[in-house]
C-alpha cells in the first residue's frame, strides 16, 4: 500500500504565496517522477509541475517563474512553492507520483495520487 498525504493549501490574497507539500509513504522501493496538477471547477485536471529522480523540472507555462517545484527524496516529499498567487490559481490541487513498490523486474511503476487539497486565491 502507498498513500499519498498533501498539506498546505488554504486561502490567500492575490499576490500572496502558498507552499504545499505531499508525502509518499507505505510499500515503497523507488519513487520516480514526481509532480502537482490541478482542477478548477468545471475545467478538466491540468499538469501544473513535474521534477523526475534526476531532479529536472517542467512546467505548465501559466506557472512559470512563479511557481517551484521540487522534492526531498530522504523524506520522500514533494513541495510546490507558490509565488504571485491568481485567483485564476484557485483549483483543486493534486500531488502525483510513480512508484515502484518492489524491485522485482516483473512489478512495473505505476501512479499513485493524493487527495487533493484547495488553494482559494481571492480577496
Known amino acids: 500500500q502507498v498513500q499519498l498525504v498533501e498539506s498546505g493549501g488554504g486561502l490567500v490574497q492575490p499576490g500572496g504565496s502558498l507552499r504545499l507539500s505531499c508525502a509518499a509513504s507505505?510499500?515503497?522501493?523507488?519513487?520516480?517522477?514526481m509532480g502537482w496538477y490541478r482542477q478548477a471547477p468545471g475545467q478538466q485536471r491540468e499538469l501544473v509541475a513535474l521534477i523526475d529522480s534526476g531532479r529536472s523540472t517542467n512546467y505548465a507555462d501559466s506557472v512559470k517563474g512563479r511557481f517551484t517545484i521540487s522534492r526531498d527524496n530522504a523524506k520522500n516529499t514533494v513541495y510546490l512553492e507558490m509565488n504571485s498567487l491568481k485567483p485564476e490559481d484557485t483549483a483543486v490541487y493534486y500531488c502525483n507520483a510513480v512508484i515502484r513498490t518492489s524491485a522485482s523486474v516483473f512489478v512495473r511503476p505505476r501512479d499513485y495520487w493524493g487527495q487533493g487539497t484547495q488553494v482559494t486565491v481571492s480577496s
Open positions: 507505505g510499500s515503497i522501493f523507488v519513487i520516480n517522477a
